[in-house]
């Protein structure tokens, strides 16, 4: 969401089976992605596929949780217990800046996202910047008093509470003219981030363009996103509708699975391979397997 520091930043610019699945990969630029729906067998025998049991916690856990007005982060997660200061850890500044000492993000998130500006400072694009990172509720409901419904979510209903979002700025220009924000647009989804509030999307995620504003899903789900020009609502719907889907990446094969849950059972799953398991906030779970 928009906050009061990032525009006065923006203001100050303008004056001058069983292996967890291993995302975030470097893609190639040439990659393509072909991605296709399959139907799933009604019956899968163990040696045809794999058998998980899933709870209905397992719902609110995970990368692909949806987290907007209508759905708050659960209350079951602990996002602070894993975000650290950067400031304070500063061995994780690396190849980017941080706007000051209340930027917080778990060392798995800074991970994902340093691999990433590797790749673009390779192409001269180095001049990152985090902005915002994991906050708590409390920073979240003073934001929101000061800033009012209009430009920012009630305490518990903001992506940033989540911990798997970060704003991530310039130090050259505002996103939308920075190479670093064109860089991100082009080329995030290739290590599992998306633009989480696109400038033609806001009909459907009730925010504003936020071209600083992304967020962590995974690969190949910010791939399939990216692909067929889907925000998170979309792709979650996209895949109960489906129910499962196959795409490739390069060389890489992944089927995706939506499972309903609304009790602990066993499903079986008609692939075999690596694979994880994120709830989606909703109403059951994804299973990514890749082949």
Not at 47 to 59: F, P, R, Y
Not at 95 to 121: C, E, Q, W, Y
Not at 203 to 213: D, S
């Amino acid at each position: 969401m928009k906050k009061w520091v990032f525009c006065l930043f923006v203001l100050l610019l303008m004056g001058f089976g069983l292996t967890k699945l291993k995302t975030g990969m470097t893609l190639p630029d040439e990659l393509k992605l072909r991605t296709e729906s399959i139907e799933v067998p009604e019956a899968t025998s163990h040696a045809d596929g794999l058998t998980i049991k899933v709870t209905k916690d397992m719902i609110e856990q995970g990368d692909l949780l949806l987290v907007n007005k209508d759905h708050p982060v659960p209350d079951s997660l602990k996002p602070e217990l894993e975000a650290v200061s950067l400031v304070r850890n500063s061995e994780l500044i690396d190849g980017f800046s941080v706007l000051d000492n209340t930027v917080l993000l778990s060392p798995r998130l800074v991970d994902k996202f340093r691999t990433m500006i590797k790749d673009a400072a390779k192409e001269g694009v180095v001049q990152f910047m985090i902005s915002s990172g994991y906050r708590n509720k409390e920073k979240q409901e003073e934001l929101y008093r000061t800033m009012g419904a209009k430009l920012a979510l009630p305490a518990g209903y903001s992506e940033h509470n989540l911990g798997l979002s970060m704003d991530i700025g310039s130090s050259q220009a505002e996103m939308n003219r920075a190479p670093e924000g064109k860089w991100l647009k082009d080329h995030s989804w290739k290590y599992g981030f998306i633009l989480r509030y696109p400038e033609d999307k806001t009909a459907v995620t009730g925010i504003q363009y936020e071209p600083w504003h992304f967020r962590y899903v995974g690969l190949p789900h910010s791939a399939i996103m990216w692909e067929k020009n889907l925000v998170l609502e979309q792709y979650l719907d996209f895949l109960r509708q489906q129910k499962s889907v196959r795409t490739t990446i390069g060389k890489e094969k992944y089927q995706v699975f939506y499972f309903p849950v609304t009790e602990n059972h066993t499903i079986d799953v008609p692939a075999q391979g690596q694979y994880e398991i994120s709830g989606n906030n909703q109403d059951g779970v994804i299973v990514t397997v890749r082949e």
